[in-house]
């Protein structure tokens, strides 16, 4: 029996008919079968798939029409060929309807009925190649991985007329996993994983070869040694090879289907899983572009964050160096001024006016005085006097500080602090310096805002730990975002800051080998992150 070729069923009444068309029909390569009338004929449909039915019309118990419209019902995609010696054209009529591909009268010419048989199987051929073009352009509708999986996954069990369908992939591990599948208990696939050259598909993987097998497979050499699955009838199982490159193996196998796969299925089997291998490999190529563009993305936004810590760090040097200076030399005349005024208020001998005035120059010279301590703290770059605590200390000493404050302005503090962080190695005056200074920035913001809110929050992420100050105040505009962290820059009136603050914590922090970031919009608020690196 040749399976390359089409099988045919024979259905007529007349037994000489039936061997002379099984003769010439075998004859020729094909698998033949025959049946003696309608009933039988639909049997032995119901058990397996015939290319091509000749039938009778004019026959017992159930006549050829009815044997036609059941078969069509059973096996669309069969072709049957209507033969009779008492044909009318009302008859052929009806059976053109009812789906046979052609009518052929009694007696008949041989080459007739072989050149019919061979226009039936052109036939079906073609519907094969139309619907393997058609899946070609599902398969390459979408270049997404997991999108093409899904697609073709349901493409194969209708392209090879399968129960069951896996697609194994070759993992980062060199071994076979199932990708995809349809009809696989999902425990099997997800502990199936093979090494090349292990069991059907390792070795079909290492062959590069395609096998069908066909009941047990004590039948074939190169699989006996192997234990069979229960309840698969028969299987076909091809290599995914694009480019001369094995991307995978397709499986597919028929478990309640009783026919077995074919030459015919092997052919279409190999052009689909070509089409499938092309695309994995276009779609796992997409998939590292994407990878290596997210990969370069973060990497260049890495670069542009320390270009911008670099400049900035070379700015606050530089500007240091100038204000220590400029400090110690508006020191002594500061203090003077202030030693002056002060003991010309103590002294009361003055006119009221004249007190007034003394007052102002005192104070004055005190809000300068700050300023310059303020300069002289952040142009020394102390190095912070570290030591294994946990961070939740000094902030929990800092929310002591700023309570009252905060409950005097009507302001909600609340605190997600993560009890189990790991300790990290700081200076706690130092970063509590910082944790004030955020959360005073965050009282100036919340002013004037309907229920104002500061969320004070840590957590562990990766190899660091975070701290976040949230509030949902009057924000920062993007211009000013950009300058946020520059000494001297300040949103706040002359008068009440020297716009040194975030500048000093700036340095503090990247003194303990983190990063202080912030996030914010105008009038949703701002958050500012601390991030520590785990040591």
Partial sequence: MNEGKAKILVVDDEQGIR??????????????????????????IQQEKFDIVISDIK???KDGIETLEAIKNISPDTEVIMATGYGTIETAVSAMKKGAYDFIQKPFDIEEVLMLVEKAIEKQ???????LYETSKAIFSTIKFEDLLEITVNLA?????????????????????????????????????LAIGERISGKVAQLKEPVIINGTLSNDPRFKDLEPKEGINSSLILPLIANTELV??????????????????????????????????NSTLYKKLEQKIAELKEASEHIEQNQVELIHSEKL???????????????SPLTSVIGYSQLMLNAKVLPEELIKDIQIIHNEAKRCRGIVQDLLLFSRKREPKCELIDINKPLENMLELIKYDFEKAGITLVKELDVNLPKLYIDP?????????????????????????????????????????????CGISEENLKKIFEPFFTTKKSS??????????????NNHKGRLLVTSKEMKGSTFTIELPIE
Avoid at 168 to 190: C, E, F, H, P, T
Avoid at 448 to 462: D, Q, V
Wanted: glycine letters at 8%; a neutral charge.
């Fill in 19 to 44: 061997d002379l068309l099984a003769f010439e029909f075998k004859s020729q390569g094909y698998s033949v079968a025959t049946a003696s009338n309608g009933e039988e004929a639909i049997e032995k």
């Fill in 157 to 193: 069990l209708k392209v090879l007329h399968a129960d069951d369908i896996s697609i194994m992939l070759i993992g980062d591990d060199g071994k076979l996993y199932i990708a995809v599948s349809r009809g696989l208990n999902s425990d099997v696939k997800i502990k199936t994983r």
């Fill in 429 to 473: 005056h130092q970063t509590e310096q910082v944790f004030l200074n955020l959360a005073n920035n965050a009282l100036d913001a919340l002013k004037n805002i309907t229920n104002p809110k500061l969320i004070i929050k840590t957590e562990l992420s990766s190899n660091k730990v975070n701290i976040h100050f949230t509030d949902n105040g």
């Fill in 125 to 131: 051929e073609l519907k094969v190649i139309i619907a």
């Fill in 317 to 331: 040097a530089a500007i240091g160096r100038l204000i220590a200076g400029v400090a110690h030399e508006l020191n």
């Fill in 496 to 509: 009440k800051s020297s716009g040194l603050g975030l500048s000093i914590s700036h340095g503090i922090i």
């Fill in 59 to 61: 026959m017992p118990k």
């Fill in 248 to 281: 995978g193996v397709l499986n597919a196998t028929r478990t309640n289907i009783t026919e077995n796969f074919r030459q015919t299925d092997l052919r279409n089997g190999l052009i689909f899983s070509s089409q499938l291998a092309q695309a994995i490999l």
